[in-house]
């Protein structure tokens, strides 16, 4: 895009649109012109609301008068942060797994030792072996408590050689730059202007990132507590009950089969949040108080979501959701859908 700078002694260069002096925009060239007289009197450059102003009455006259503009592309959603996201949600995962395995030869070990049935897997002897292990359930317990507890602290040891907050840092940085890159793409296919990259990296969207990787930090290292202390409980409740150490040992197996699952869910819920809220916050910094709620059109597409598409919303008055809950899209669990900006060119503030 061609634009004209006006120049202030003393001062940085002021950018005007293309427009500012064109022919049929007489008044607004007028107005632009003495402006800059007078700044350079003054030795003052045009004020931030003049340049506003300016800039708002050049993309009416380029859209014929039209004062709402809904954006003509769709923002992407980060797949890419997902990912890196994702593949460090394995990583650190696979380290718990690797921990366990190297403890289930103990663990068996300390359940067949519990009961004298230790082998035999009938339901028949369920009872026996119930009824068995009630004779040397305080040594076995106590056993059992010591080797979750050395469990614990190798895993504390290894991940706290695994950098993980520096690798969340990665992917919140990932995650801002292809949302902003996104959100430039609206504004540039939309009205026909670039904007600065440099400032959505303020004090503002730095707070935003850091309250992000500090929260997701602890996310991640709860969920791997909360998968060991899990699988206690159920060691301790299968052996208690009379299930067999064959049994207790696959159970275990597939519950960090499920605990390694909701962990990916957590990356692809937790990048999506990300982007939601640094959208929310571009839109609404620029003057945009509506959007149109878009879907990833696939067959993923919860049926609440998919009644939404299409529709218009305000920032100020997120819609209802599933259960009753009211969200603005990336906000619900899971959400992979996009808030598309509806333009007011009467309040649009862009940083040009």
């Known amino acids: 895009m061609r634009e004209t700078l006006l120049l202030c002694p003393r001062k940085p260069l002021i950018v005007a649109p293309r427009g500012f002096f064109a022919p049929n925009n007489k008044k607004l060239t007028d107005k632009a012109i003495n402006c800059k007289f007078e700044a350079m009197r003054e030795g003052d450059c045009l004020d931030d609301a003049l340049r506003k102003e300016i800039l708002r009455e050049d993309l009416k006259r380029r ?5 709402i503009i809904p954006a003509r592309y769709r923002m992407k959603f980060p797949e890419i942060a997902e990912r890196e996201y994702v593949r460090l949600a394995n990583e650190y995962m696979a380290i718990e797994k690797d921990v366990l395995l190297k403890y289930i030869p103990e663990l068996k070990r300390i359940l067949d030792e519990g009961t004298q049935y230790n082998t035999d897997s009938r339901k028949d002897n369920e009872k026996k072996r119930k009824t068995a292990r009630f004779s040397g359930i305080d040594n076995t317990i106590v056993r059992l408590g010591i080797l979750f507890d050395s469990m614990q602290k190798e895993l504390d040891s290894a991940f706290g050689l695994y950098d993980l907050k520096r690798r969340v840092n990665d992917i919140a940085n990932l995650d801002h730059k292809l949302t902003v890159a996104e959100w430039k793409k609206a504004v540039s296919r939309t009205l026909g202007i670039d904007i600065l990259s440099d400032y959505y990296s303020g004090d503002f969207y730095r707070e935003m990132l850091a309250k992000w990787v500090s929260a997701n930090v602890d996310l991640i290292k709860t969920v791997s507590k909360e998968s060991l202390r899990s699988l206690k409980e159920k060691v301790y409740s299968d052996y208690m009950n009379g299930r067999s150490t064959t049994d207790i040992v696959k159970k275990l197996q597939r519950q960090y ?12 819920d937790q990048t999506a949040k990300l982007n939601a809220d640094i959208t929310q916050s571009q839109q609404r910094d620029a003057g945009v108080s509506q959007y149109k709620w878009s879907t990833s059109l696939d067959g993923r597409v919860r049926k609440s979501h998919r009644a939404l598409g299409g529709k218009i919303f305000n920032w100020d008055e997120p819609p209802e959701t599933d259960g009753g809950r009211r969200c603005h899209p990336g906000e619900d669990y899971q959400c992979r859908c996009c808030a598309i900006p509806i333009f007011d060119l009467d309040r649009l503030d862009l940083p040009v």
């Open 257 to 268: 089969g499920m605990d390694k699952r909701r962990a990916r869910l957590i990356a692809r």
């Open 63 to 67: 859209h014929k008068g039209k004062k």
